[in-house]
């Protein structure tokens, strides 16, 4: 231990481009310091591995240590505290994160005084909610201790040190050797069982113990002991405990130190649930109340509404209609013809761009609308537009408007995100039914819905708020899903859909849901997380946080995770051309115009500078732009919008790409754009068309090879689907890992990567290039513009080969 302080005491001030400012702790395996970061000029912590042992026999562990981080580093949550980097520098290997500020918990409750039972639980929810976000992602901490939560300077706990984590490989037995802390370890983990998140569960109900009692749970000079212990020995919450740890909060705690998994919390989020529920205690009925008092009286007070029984009867006579086997179309069309105001409606939507692929356009009567949409679209349509309309001359209309277009980008975004074509209408319908008592509620009942939404806003007292079931129920005496539920079943609305309409609870499954109509209610989930998500987070945020959640919804929907991006874009564009063409007019401050703009990823989120080491991404000054009076996001945008009236009027692929290209090149004032392909054998990416300077002999010659080991800096770009800005191509750090070829052929100094990934695979590549360094540019709206435009692309094949 001395020889290795004398070699950490010399280290010389920078490790890579961090310059080392002060030791901040040290443990078994690693030291971490304040560092500062000078290409992003900022502060961040940076853990440096202590050298490998060769009598311990752990040589082999840096570079496990390393993939594990490089794992974790794609983790996006709040309550995480982010990797930036991990890499290793002469010879020694670390790890970059966040600084934050804040000390950690182990030092708070050194420092005193005990924590409240109410402060333990609420830092105790998002030490789980971060546990439940990596446990989504298939990673376990494995070394959860109160060293390793930091608290912010708001209070907020934030785990860190994932730097032994492991992925979770489900069915996987296979032994492991002991990894933990003693005195936090569970027993499964002491006998080197496999990852479960469950060890995890254990390690946080050892911590919430020790909040709740100030005493150690499990602590003993001689480390051995206490592992041995936790084997054989059952943990129990000490007596005398303050009084405001009650038998239901001991209960919630001792359930998660069970010596035996089956008898323990079955994950993170369930235990966090339970939490929260005994911080926030509220009465619920069961979600199925179809025949309780309480909804006959709600039913009843609609039913003086003039509304309702209007609404009731034309949902329902659509929904026979389009149901039955011996309707006719005219049948569907003479029941709309009936409501003039629907009628209207409904020929403008399918005149909008979003239908010209079913032979849209210039459509006049509702007979051809239906032939051409199918019973199933109409249906749809005229649901949405029936509640619509009902909601016009209500007196709190915009909020009715705002969240009738969230249920319809939910609903859209179910139907992009549905992988068999065949059920693409019914995912439609149960997303946009997701939340139908809510909607209803809002319409019928809009103090009521006040009074729900401010039980649900986050409290001064920084206590957490009650989730929207528990504070519906409260106010109206059952929960928004139950009272849906109950005027489905007046609507006659099938069984399928009813059960669509229920939220499942929990983490999605870690793999991909087999039955059909369970998957479409986690589709209607996952569809209607995104909306609110979208809706309510700042734009320059949303982009990360759709991103955790489509971690979180892939493996179970069998969809990848750049999937649900393409989604969000496609439905956006065609819930802004539903907007346009109904009318649907937003003040500027609506949260609900953010579900119409392009999600806005930030520097740190797309052009990355943490993908590879060498990559900058700098903010566009009116110094370095090139002198233009068109500034590039005009340009961009400009491009964009012509290539969206290509791809639905005359949709040609070759001339789509090249618009692609040619928008890009303008824009930003390139030397050449080129866009590469994937082969037939899925092995090669290779130059295919490409404009400026000398690409007709310049685009065959650029070809990425995807199997080479290791990969070179290209094809890694490719393969992680990392968009990329090279700065400097003649920085010794990258020009180490290009191609011959590439240094030789295209003797750029700049160059921009846009891979184009489809199911979680490279698809293609855009290339952009320049002769000097660092003219490229780029602020958040190119980059933003930029992404669009890549997207584009992608969506041009998926039409292409439709």
Known sequence: MTAYRMAD????????????????GEGAQATVWLAHDPLLDREVAVKLLKPPSADAGDAGTVDEWLHEARAVSRLTHP???????????????????????????????????????????????????????????GLVHRDLKPSNILLDARGRARVMDFGIAARVSPGSNTPNRVVGTPGYISPEAARGAAPHPQMDVFAASVMLAEMLSGQRLNHDPDPWRAIQRVQTTDLVLPSGLPADVDDALRAIVQRGLAR?????????????????????????????????????????????????????????????????????????????????????????????AAYRHAGGGGISTV???????????????????????????????????????????????????????RDAEEAFLGAMLHHLGRTLTEFYFPEEAGAVRRLVSPLDDGQPPISEAAASAQVLGMSY?????????????????????????????????????ERQRWLARASNDMADLIMQTPPEQAHAKLRALAQRHARALGLSAESFEHAADTARQRLAQMTEALDLRLPRDSRAQRLLAPLAPSVGDSLTAHELAATQVL????????????????????????ITDAMVNSFQLNAVLRMILETIYRALGLRRVIFCLRDARGQTLTGRLGVGADVERLAPLLRVDLTGQPPDLLAAVCLKGADTLIQDARAANISARLPAWFKAEMDARSFLLLPLMLKGAPLGLIYADHAEAGVVQLGDKELSLLRTLRNQAVMAFRQASS
């Open 260 to 352: 035996e998994p089956a008898a323990r919390w079955p994950s993170a989020a369930l235990m966090r649930d339970a939490l929260a529920a005994w911080l926030r205690p509220v009465a619920e009925p069961p979600a199925d109340a179809g025949d309780a008092p309480v909804l006959d009286f709600l039913l009843r007070r609609m039913r003086h509404k003039s509304d309702f029984p209007a609404l009731s009867d034309a949902i329902s006579r659509i929904q026979r209609l389009t149901q039955s086997e011996d309707e006719s179309l005219s049948s569907l069309s003479n029941e709309i013809l009936k409501d003039v105001a629907l009628t209207q409606k409904l020929l403008r939507l399918v005149n909008t």
């Open 79 to 137: 309550n995480i505290v982010p990797v930036f980097e991990a890499d290793t520098q002469g010879g020694r290997s670390y790890l970059v994160f966040e600084y934050v500020s804040g000390g950690t918990l182990s030092q708070r409750l050194r420092a005193g005084p005990r924590p409240t039972a109410a402060e333990a639980v609420t830092l105790m929810l998002g030490v789980l909610d971060g546990l439940t976000a990596a446990h989504a992602a």
């Open 619 to 642: 903010e566009r000054t009116e110094a370095g732009a090139p002198p233009s009076p068109v500034q590039p996001s005009e340009l961009l945008a400009a491009g964009i919008q012509e």
């Open 367 to 421: 007979s051809r609308a239906v032939a051409l949409i199918g019973f199933a679209g109409i249906r749809n349509l005229a649901l949405s537009l029936v509640l619509l309309e009902r909601m016009e001359n209500k007196g709190h209309a915009q909020r009715l408007r705002e969240d009738f277009l969230r249920s319809l980008m939910a609903a859209s975004l179910a139907r992009e995100l549905c992988a068999n074509a």
């Open 9 to 24: 005491d010399d280290l010389p001030p920078q490790l890579g481009r961090f310059r080392l400012l002060q030791r901040l």
């Open 481 to 517: 899903e139950a009272l849906g539920l109950g005027v489905a079943r007046q609507w006659g609305l099938p069984e399928s859909l009813q059960r669509a309409m229920r939220r499942p609870t929990g983490e999605a499954p870690p793999k991909l849901i087999e039955d059909g109509a």
